[in-house]
């Protein structure tokens, strides 16, 4: 039998809801907590205000049996998972901890002795001690592990997500969880709580490697990834066909190369990365100089899309720019999903919109057009796009598009869509 007879997950968003959604499908009673109240009545309801496989069918199944419910305030529980976002400040790439920080203060009433707060929102390294720092200083009449140890009245953990958009119902399933607690009390708390729906290994550690797993695992993928967007860059300027290249490339026993795109999107990859070179930006050359090459990819599109404007015109004296339509394929950060965050594939669109003075026609199947009012950017179907566009750009390689015919007219193709 749990000790965890109620769970409280603080941020019903791309991790916070299918999680929550998880432990209540165990019949175990869970709260949801979001600042957003459209989202909160939205799942109160039974359904979703996100895109995500299977997601639908488990919170309407939670919530019909009683075992979720949503609020846009903290209630009494005994665990509580904070998935919140970690933007940047500003524009200097500098983690904040403002969402982590509202989300201690307003949990912080209601806690209680033996209590479990784990911290799953991917942050920098150092981030879990000062969430509990924030809630020793609201809540003095209790214990914390800073300073008690395993004795403490309150446990904190730390364990990012590891899951796949679109594949994240299984994958919190069956992935290994690494759980960083901060004390060995405290790891063994957090174990027990994600045993109750995780089949795959909970590896324990510390707090303080349990965050830089995450940032590590992230920029692996964004190293790998820069390689692959440089050697697209590389092959454009030596007249090579890039896909050809690495293919051939990748029959070496131990060579695999991962595929080129627009740039790097998303809210892992595209910000993970800067948490580490934030804390030792001396030591972190390769991954800095890594992020710097993914974040130019799209001004590098652009360029080309700019490029083919200019040849088209040469082609045909008699038009000027506002006579070209150019037809954007994909907006989301990457393949079948709804995701926008950090979308290279956006940042071009948006780009090509503010600047270019004929039309712009954009493909996203998954992207309802009034997400995108006020953006300037027009969605259409694939057929209008292929049919009265000049100058095509496919930056997602959706699946469907995959099976639409190769367009007529200029191709900048960054994800070999009509190869």
């Known amino acids: 039998m749990s000790r965890f007879d109620t769970i409280s997950v603080v941020g019903l968003g791309y991790i916070g809801l299918p999680t929550a959604a998880m432990f209540a499908s165990r019949k175990t009673k869970v709260i949801g907590v979001d600042v957003n109240a459209h989202a909160v009545d939205t799942i109160n309801r039974g359904e979703i205000h996100i895109v995500e496989p299977d997601l639908d069918i488990a919170v309407h199944s939670a919530v019909s049996e009683g075992y979720l419910r949503a609020t846009t305030s903290p209630e009494s529980a005994d665990a509580f998972l904070i998935a919140v976002p970690t933007p940047f400040k500003g524009d200097h790439h500098e983690p904040d901890l403002g969402y982590i920080e509202a989300a201690a203060k307003a949990i912080a009433p209601v806690l209680k002795q033996g209590d479990l707060v784990v911290l799953e929102s991917t942050s920098p390294v150092g981030a879990t001690e000062q969430m509990a720092e924030w809630l020793a200083a609201a809540r003095t009449d209790l214990t914390f592990p800073q300073t008690a140890g395993d004795n403490s009245d309150i446990r904190i953990a730390y364990c990012p997500e590891r899951v796949l958009p679109g594949k994240v119902m299984q994958e919190l399933i069956h992935n290994d969880r690494v759980i960083g607690g901060m004390t060995a009390r405290c790891s063994e708390e957090a174990v027990a709580l994600y045993k109750l729906f995780v089949e795959g290994d909970c590896v324990i550690t510390n707090a303080r490697t349990a965050e830089m797993a995450k940032?590590?695992?992230?920029?692996?993928?964004?190293?790998?990834?820069?390689?692959?967007?440089?050697?697209?860059?590389?092959?454009?300027?030596?007249?090579?066909?890039?896909?050809?290249?690495?293919?051939?490339?990748?029959?070496?026993?131990?060579?695999?190369?991962?595929?080129?795109?627009?740039?790097?999107?998303?809210?892992?990859?595209?910000?993970?990365?800067?948490?580490?070179?934030?804390?030792?930006?001396?030591?972190?050359?390769?991954?800095?100089?890594?992020?710097?090459?993914?974040?130019?990819?799209?001004?590098?599109?652009?360029?080309?899309?700019?490029?083919?404007?200019?040849?088209?015109?040469?082609?045909?004296?008699?038009?000027?720019?506002?006579?070209?339509?150019?037809?954007?394929?994909?907006?989301?950060?990457?393949?079948?999903?709804?995701?926008?965050?950090?979308?290279?594939?956006?940042?071009?669109?948006?780009?090509?919109?503010?600047?270019?003075?004929?039309?712009?026609?954009?493909?996203?199947?998954?992207?309802?057009?009034?997400?995108?009012?006020?953006?300037?950017?027009?969605?259409?179907?694939?057929?209008?796009?292929?049919?009265?566009?000049?100058?095509?750009?496919?930056?997602?390689?959706?699946?469907?598009?995959?099976?639409?015919?190769?367009?007529?007219?200029?191709?900048?193709?960054?994800?070999?869509?009509?190869?």
């Open 215 to 419: 940032l590590t695992e992230n920029s692996f993928r964004d190293v790998n990834i820069a390689f692959a967007n440089e050697l697209s860059m590389i092959c454009d300027k030596l007249d090579i066909d890039v896909w050809e290249l690495i293919a051939l490339a990748n029959r070496h026993p131990r060579v695999n190369i991962l595929q080129p795109g627009p740039g790097v999107g998303g809210h892992c990859i595209a910000v993970d990365p800067w948490f580490i070179v934030s804390k030792t930006p001396e030591e972190a050359r390769l991954i800095r100089t890594a992020r710097e090459v993914n974040d130019a990819k799209p001004d590098w599109v652009v360029e080309k899309v700019w490029a083919a404007v200019g040849a088209y015109l040469l082609d045909n004296p008699d038009k000027t720019a506002r006579d070209v339509t150019i037809a954007v394929y994909g907006l989301t950060f990457k393949a079948d999903i709804d995701d926008l965050r950090e979308s290279p594939a956006l940042q071009i669109a948006q780009a090509l919109a503010k600047n270019h003075p004929g039309r712009l026609l954009t493909v996203d199947p998954n992207v309802p057009s009034e997400v995108l009012f006020g953006e300037g950017i027009t969605i259409v179907d694939e057929a209008t796009a292929r049919r009265e566009g000049e100058i095509h750009v496919a930056l997602v390689d959706h699946t469907n598009l995959q099976r639409a015919p190769r367009p007529g007219g200029q191709l900048i193709d960054t994800r070999a869509l009509w190869r």
